[in-house]
């Protein structure tokens, strides 16, 4: 099986419609003898995280919730937040859920790297 690489510029793209394209890459989508269970998808490398492009007010009125398990312990975070400390969790979360729900999802992750921002 032969692995292609992808290289995708995210700067000034949504993140809904990147994170659809770079699912469809991971899992094999766009190859002739794609099979749901075969785990034939191809390297996808992501350059500009951080210049990712949100409609509306997202930056300002979306947030991630976690909970610690204990009593009281719901954190919550936006999603400027986020993008100052690690921009490319963000992305890295929204493919991870466009991704199936199986065993094959930790693999498929795996072929996605995030390069770092450059210094300007």
């Known amino acids: ?9 995210a700067a000034d793209k949504s993140l809904g419609r990147l994170s659809a394209q770079i699912a469809g890459l991971l899992r094999g989508k766009h190859k002739p003898d794609f099979a749901p269970h075969k ?8 350059r500009h995280a951080d ?8 930056l300002e009125n979306k947030i991630y919730y976690h909970h610690s398990g204990y009593l009281g312990g719901m954190k919550r975070t936006a999603l ?8 490319d969790w963000v992305l890295r979360k929204t493919v991870w859920g466009m991704l199936p729900k199986n065993k094959l999802r930790a693999e498929q992750i795996k072929r996605m790297k995030i390069l770092k921002a450059e210094p300007r």
Do not use: C, E, H
């Open 51 to 58: 210049r990712i492009r949100f409609s509306g007010k997202k």
């Open 1 to 9: 099986m032969q692995r292609a690489t992808y290289t995708i510029d």
């Open 80 to 87: 400027w937040q986020k993008l100052q400390k690690n921009p």
């Open 39 to 46: 785990d034939a998808g191809d390297f996808v490398v992501v």
